[in-house]
């Protein structure tokens, strides 16, 4: 008897459990989120253990096979379990030093490409492994796998401009160079970036305002030219009272500006700032000595401009700023020098 109520306990609460799943969409979304990041916190938690106490790359490689065979196994398409890849491996990447740690890695990041070929992080980490282990050809034909995915990320163009320069393609230089400049102008994202901005409007500048409701609106710019001092116009749909000027520049890292003026048009009457009158406050930059700012986050960066003598808000209909738009050199090689 005592048998019989444990067996029909055990029977109730499981059909508590089925039915709580197949009628509460929360719950069983939880439940199944759950049991999806489970494999990748425990492999975690062992590769983070061989690689903190012993830099054993070989035992964190051979945990992060074991996830990856899982999830060729139980899954069809994109992976469930690629999340919980991603973060393994991007604990391996960081950690990685040396030629022995990217030997004992690659086989797994070779894996982790054909599990799935269309993910950015594998081919650009693939490449990364290559490199360092001098294998450069195989680098450059990963790196260049990667920037096709995500033209608008340097990582990939660093790694495969070494592995060219290494293998003497001096084509391959050039052409990458170019690329990697022109990629200012839009692109897709790694998945993790976030803003505003995206695609073609990576090429765009864009002042915040206030609309009526005193949220925060932005008039944008198109057309960004580079390597010359140009005029970007603003306006406004409606005239508004300011004392200071944000722009977001929506650029990736290793892009400079260099600023002239900013002209403030009002009713009948103009203002002008040159760039030594304003203050400046970057938020994703840094500022050179002679006033430039160059961006290093993913997220692109905003510029707070406000005049050095700071007065009352004025009523501001348009204006324009004067800007040189450059992205700094990622390697000093030749064929890829940049414009002076």
């Not at 492999?43 to 061989?50: A, D, L, P």
């Not at 692109?300 to 450059?326: A, C, F, Q, R, Y």
Request: charged share 20%.
């Amino acid at each position: 008897m005592k048998k019989y109520r444990c067996t029909l306990a055990i029977l109730m609460l499981a059909s508590v459990l089925v039915l709580s799943l197949a009628t509460v969409p929360v719950l069983r979304y939880n439940v199944l989120r759950s049991a999806t990041e489970l494999p990748g916190i425990f492999v975690w938690f062992n590769v983070s253990f061989r690689i903190s106490n012993a830099r054993d790359f070989d035992g964190a490689n051979r945990y992060i096979s074991y996830l990856i065979t899982l999830s060729d196994r139980l899954t069809f398409g994109r992976s469930q379990l690629l999340p919980g890849l991603i973060r393994n491996f991007e604990y391996v990447m960081d950690e990685a030093r040396f030629v022995q740690d990217y030997k004992a890695i690659e086989p797994s990041l070779q894996r982790l490409t054909e599990l799935d070929p269309n993910l950015y992080l594998g081919h650009m980490w693939h490449a990364k492994a290559q490199l360092e282990s001098h294998a450069y050809e195989q680098a450059l034909a990963n790196a260049k796998k990667a920037i096709k995915l995500i033209p608008s990320d340097p990582r990939a163009y660093r790694i495969a401009l070494e592995a060219a320069y290494k293998s003497g393609l001096n084509e391959d230089v050039s052409q990458l160079c170019q690329i990697y400049s022109d990629s200012l102008l839009g692109g897709t994202r790694d998945g993790k970036r976030r803003g505003p901005f995206f695609g073609t409007n990576l090429g765009q500048i864009a002042l915040e305002y206030l609309n009526e409701n005193g949220d925060a609106e932005l008039a944008a710019t198109q057309g960004v030219v580079l390597d010359k001092f140009s005029n970007y116009s603003f306006s406004l749909p409606y005239p508004q009272m300011l004392n200071e000027y944000r722009f977001h520049f929506p650029f990736q890292p290793g892009t400079q500006i260099f600023f002239d003026q900013i002209k403030i048009n009002m009713a009948g009457d103009t203002i002008n700032y040159a760039a030594d009158e304003l203050a400046k406050f970057p938020d994703g930059g840094y500022i050179f000595n002679d006033g430039s700012i160059i961006s290093h986050s993913t997220n692109g960066m905003t510029v707070n401009l406000i005049p050095e003598v700071k007065g009352p808000k004025i009523k501001v209909h348009d204006l324009s700023i004067k800007l040189k738009i450059s992205k700094v050199k990622l390697a000093q090689i030749k064929g890829c020098l940049g414009k002076p």
